[in-house]
T-cell receptor, first 113, second 113 residues
């Protein structure tokens, strides 16, 4: 019973392409997140989404857009991929606000060639 | 500036020994959390300590928090090979809003059998 799942696990694509990463949580949580972990393992929040309220980290390029069809899903769509987008992307969820314990998915390793 | 900073960046000890990792942060917080990340996996929540708590235990884990020094420590007693992982502290700044949880760069712990 996977709590937070992501697909795909690996994604290799060419510069300029558009791609999506899917995330689903079966914990009944109200808030979902996307994080980016770079090659030095630095983890940075990109978005948090709670009851249709989207909070965006201002440093995230507008080529990145989260899409939430329902409370259990928060997908990440990336337009016009760049080399610098290569990283591991983690989805997470929590019961309430960001102060709560967060449950992470297994990550999606994105490689842009 | 980055909120959480772990120290040391890497730590290698013998199985059975105790491992201590430290985290420093810059702003006032509501709580501080510790997470573990095994290689190639997502983060797993270990323990949460609130700003009005000074010490917390969970199994072989002991966390302390000193809000006057803006620092926390994670002690793993009687280490095992399975404890080999990266450990991250995460803080939520009071009034942080869209910043969400801010993670440090982590301490990579290696337990030598």
């Amino acid at each position: 019973d996977t709590a937070v799942s992501q697909t795909p696990k690996y994604l290799v694509t060419q510069m300029g392409n558009d791609k999506s990463i899917k995330c689903e949580q079966n914990l009944g949580h109200d808030t979902m997140y996307w994080y980016k972990q770079d090659s030095k393992k630095f983890l940075k929040i990109m978005f948090s989404y709670n009851n249709k309220e989207l909070i965006i980290n201002e440093t995230v390029p507008n080529r990145f857009s989260p899409k939430s069809p329902d409370k259990a899903h928060l997908n990440l769509h990336i337009n016009s991929l760049e080399l610098g987008d290569s990283a591991v992307y983690f989805c997470a969820s929590s019961q309430g606000t960001v102060t709560d314990t967060q449950y992470f998915g297994p990550g999606t390793r994105l490689t842009v060639l | 500036s980055q909120q959480g900073e772990e120290d040391p960046q890497a730590l290698s000890i013998q199985e059975g020994e105790n491992a201590t990792m430290n985290c420093s942060y810059k702003t006032s917080i509501n709580n501080l959390q510790w997470y573990r990340q095994n290689s190639g996996r997502g983060l797993v929540h270990l323990i949460l300590i609130r700003s009005n708590e000074r010490e917390k235990h969970s199994g072989r884990l002991r966390v302390t928090l000193d809000t006057s020094k803006k620092s926390s420590s994670l002690l793993i007693t009687a280490s095992r090979a399975a404890d080999t992982a990266s450990y991250f502290c995460a803080t939520d700044a009071i009034g942080g809003g869209a910043d969400g949880l801010t993670f440090g760069k982590g301490t990579h712990l290696i337990i030598q059998p």
